[in-house]
């Protein structure tokens, strides 16, 4: 199967930077999209970025301009460069991918999450 590992969380404060990272192991025939979802305390989990094999590029509005998602395909790995942080943006992050193992179906992976938390 495929598994995900998130790295590069933490604290910081409001307006500071984090780089997570999010590599994908296993029995891997393909990936397809992987992208970055986070949830906050009582709120339902959303799509924070996501990227295509090819390098196109989704955003929420909430992190458009702040935040830059960028992939490796040699190394499997997907990274979530966070600037200008705000209290908000707080939340546990999950890494996913959209992948068929060599021995599966194509489905959503997704990696244990997280957390980053911005304050002061």
């Known amino acids: 199967q495929v598994q995900l590992v998130e790295s590069g969380g933490g604290l910081v404060q409001p307006g500071g930077s984090l780089r997570l990272s999010c590599a994908a192991s296993g029995s891997i025939f393909r990936i397809y999209d992987m992208g970055w979802y986070r949830q906050a305390p009582g709120k339902q989990r959303d799509l924070v970025a996501s990227i295509t094999t090819g390098g196109s590029t989704n955003y929420a509005d909430s992190v458009k301009g702040r935040f830059t998602i960028s992939r490796d395909n040699a190394k499997n790995t997907v990274y979530l460069q966070m600037n200008s942080l705000k209290p908000e943006d707080t939340a546990v992050y999950y890494c996913?991918?959209?992948?068929?193992?060599?021995?599966?179906?194509?489905?959503?992976?997704w990696g244990q999450g997280t957390q980053v938390t911005v304050s002061s």
């Open positions: 996913n991918a959209d992948s068929i193992p060599y021995s599966g179906s194509r489905r959503d992976y």
